[in-house]
């Protein structure tokens, strides 16, 4: 079993939905939980991070951890066109760089 | 301001050959990485180094090895190519207090027949 589980997708909306993207993982120790965004044939770029437990917004997107149920989500609303990528989740249980990725949900929002 | 450099974009290698991948940085981070994308597998750290001089392996290294040859150049090197290795392959750098947020190069895509 992977210690990250991402549902590969792909997912398709139509533009103006909320789209929720998961990730649960078993390892306990992780601490901290990124979001990255990849557009097709670019590297990876960081989207939004969350130490420990909680949410995080940051303008269309908003982050949440729950640590007691290992599983973590993406939101974004009003999605848009320019959204259409792979979103990849990412967690580490120290700050020395060493990221466990998500397979990637591969996400398509149609005008 | 390049970012992160990655040499070659594209390469197709037979089964035995060796090459080296080069990733160059201009953003004056401590730290470089590379990863390994496959479908279905998402990224996978192959090795690390935290500043110049140090290098860790991740989770995949078996078939790689690698030099940080000074602080800007972190390259990968395949000493006998298998089909396994056909992948896209990722440098990133970071800073050393903020490892979490990296900094990806735009990938090579490597061919093993």
């Known amino acids: 079993q992977k210690e990250v589980e991402q549902d590969p997708g792909p997912l398709s909306v139509p533009e103006g939905a909320i789209v929720s993207l998961n990730c649960t993982y078993s390892n306990s120790a992780f601490q901290y939980f990124m979001w990255y965004r990849q557009y097709s044939r670019k590297g990876p770029e960081l989207l939004m991070y969350t130490y420990s437990s909680g949410n995080k917004e940051d303008g269309r997107f908003t982050a949440q951890v729950d640590k007691s149920s290992k599983y973590i989500s993406l939101f974004i609303r009003d999605s848009q066109p320019s959204d259409s990528a792979t979103y990849l989740c990412a967690m580490s249980g120290d700050n020395t760089g060493k990221l466990i990725f998500g397979q990637g949900t591969t996400l398509q929002v149609k005008p | 301001n390049a970012g992160v450099t990655q040499t070659p974009k594209f390469q197709v290698l037979k089964t035995g050959q060796s090459m080296t991948l080069q990733c160059a940085q201009d953003m004056n981070h401590n730290s470089m990485y590379w990863y390994r994308q496959d479908p279905g597998m998402g990224l996978r750290l192959i090795y690390y180094?935290?500043?110049?001089?140090?290098?860790d392996k991740g989770e995949v290294p078996n078939g790689y090895n690698v030099s940080r040859l000074n602080k800007r150049e972190f390259s990968l090197r395949l000493e006998s190519a298998a089909p396994s290795q056909t992948s896209v392959y990722f440098c990133?750098?970071?800073?050393?207090?903020?490892?979490?947020?990296?900094?990806f190069g735009p990938g090579t895509r490597l061919t093993v027949l």
């Open positions: 180094s935290a500043s110049e001089g140090t290098t």
């Open positions: 990133a750098t970071s800073t050393s207090g903020r490892a979490i947020e990296q900094f």
